[in-house]
């Protein structure tokens, strides 16, 4: 089986050393779409933060898709960005790291605190598999209107549905379905989100009168 489709399909694969003349021209491939990515990271965590037209610029040169009025504090670093795809109104904080040997799909309204990392790649549990660099990756999915606290890990493959909270420090290795708060190592559902958050924004604190959302 060819690389490009080990990886599309989940399984375990290499990312070099391949003897056919098709998976030796893949891996030049995605070694470029890498170095690309990087050479790309590093000029938007140089750019100047008044700069935003230039970091703009870049996120739409690199991303798959990128939706409005997307921002990305600075430091931030993706593995391909050609595969990651951002929707509309899109917030992350400081240091948001995105491996995206597959594809990342977010979607509208999403935030990410600080420190969040998305990694659909991840390699085998037997020791003599990893020593060549073995590796499997699997797409993540996240949904609209997510919030994604501070420090949160999402691994291979999860999928975040819509209006969703993932709790700081939370890492996320299963699906998680719409409309819930969820936390922990490892992430589980703690609640339903209701109208009871309607009128309070956190237990015991009401929304203020005068809040226009």
């Known amino acids: 089986m060819l690389l490009k489709e080990q990886m599309k399909q989940g399984l375990l694969y290499c990312e070099f050393g391949h003897a056919s003349a098709e998976d030796q021209a893949y891996e030049k491939l ?3 779409q890498r170095v690309h990515c990087k050479e790309m990271m590093f000029d938007y965590n140089q750019t ?3 700069d935003t037209e230039k970091k703009q ?4 040169e690199l991303l798959a ?12 670093n993706m593995a391909y960005g050609c595969n990651t795809h951002i929707g509309e109104n899109f917030y992350a904080n400081f240091n948001l790291v995105i491996v995206d040997d597959v594809e990342v799909f977010i979607g509208d309204n999403v935030m990410c605190g600080p420190n969040v990392t998305l990694s659909v790649t991840g390699h085998p549990v037997y020791g003599e598999f990893r020593r060549n660099g073995t590796q499997f990756s699997l ?5 609209n ?3 994604i606290g501070s420090n949160v890990v999402v691994l291979p493959g999860v999928t975040i549905g ?5 709790g700081a420090g939370s890492v996320v290795t299963k699906d998680i379905p719409d409309n819930v708060v969820a936390f922990g190592a490892p992430c589980r559902v703690i609640r339903e989100i209701t109208d009871y958050d309607k009128e309070y924004y956190r237990k015991g604190c009401p929304i203020n009168p005068d809040f226009d959302k």
């Open 65 to 76: 898709e990128a939706g409005e009025h997307i921002w990305i504090e600075s430091p931030c």
């Open 48 to 50: 100047r933060p008044s």
């Open 57 to 60: 610029a870049i996120l739409r």
């Open 145 to 147: 209107d997510v919030w």
């Open 139 to 143: 797409p993540i999915r996240i949904g």
């Open 162 to 166: 819509n209006n969703v909270v993932i």
């Open 30 to 32: 995605i070694e470029h």
